[in-house]
Nanobody, 126 residues
Framework: VQLVEFGGGSVESGGSLRLSCVGS????????MAWFRRAPQKVREAVAA???????FYADSVKGRFTISRDNAKNTLYLQMNSLKPEDTAIYYC?????????????????????WGQGTQVTVSS
């Protein structure tokens, strides 16, 4: 399983960026997918997740500003980030895991995801 992120960069506060994550080596549509981030001097945190039915989940800090989506035909996960703030500055990671019917916990938990991309840097200047 391979996950590769694209689309990071530098933007001014209030700007937008779109991250992409291309997956290979597995049946993409059968996996739950998520974005996480790690800011300097902070622990990794969940940003957004999407299940195999397209239901989405967001961290409170990004609700209303970020949108997660997936295109199973293209094996691609997206994160549209609008109204970016300096506190959104972080390395963003794509993560994937199989859709376990026994698991009933939240998808915004790294325990769900055994597969991770290498990360892409997002920097928001004030």
């Amino acid at each position: 399983v391979q996950l590769v992120e694209f689309g990071g960069g530098s933007v001014e506060s209030g700007g937008s960026l779109r991250l992409s994550c291309v997956g290979s080596g597995y049946v993409y549509g059968s996996y739950v997918m998520a974005w996480f981030r790690r800011a300097p001097q902070k622990v990794r945190e969940a940003v957004a997740a999407i299940d195999t039915d397209g239901q989405t989940f967001y961290a409170d800090s990004v609700k209303g500003r970020f949108t997660i989506s997936r295109d199973n035909a293209k094996n691609t996960l997206y994160l549209q980030m609008n109204s970016l703030k300096p506190e959104d500055t972080a390395i963003y990671y794509c993560a994937g895991g199989w859709d376990d019917p026994v698991y009933t916990g939240p998808l915004l938990d790294s325990i769900v995801y055994p597969y991770w991309g290498q990360g892409t840097q997002v920097t928001v200047s004030s």
